[in-house]
């Protein structure tokens, strides 16, 4: 990983953490973002129109369940 950076979308008067990765792969550099919803991340893409929420929506109405 050569960088990473944070953004904020908010869904529902609430704020969630967007992280963006730029990463040296053996093809070449190439970005990876995703959304941070209850610990957990769901891959989006932010600048495709409502991706991100969704991804948000989809994270809270599907809650990873680790038991």
Do not use: H, K, W
């Not at 992280?19 to 550099?29: L, S």
């Not at 893409?45 to 599907?62: F, K, M, Q, Y």
Request: proline share 7%; charged share 20%.
């Amino acid at each position: 990983m050569t960088n990473e950076t944070r953004n904020t979308i908010v869904v529902d008067g609430e704020p969630y953490d967007i992280r963006t990765r730029t990463i040296d792969g053996p093809n070449g550099t190439y970005q990876t973002s995703s959304v941070r919803v209850y610990g957990f991340y769901y891959t989006c893409i932010p600048d495709s129109p409502n991706d991100c929420e969704a991804a948000v929506r989809n994270g809270l109405e599907n809650p990873v369940d680790l038991n």
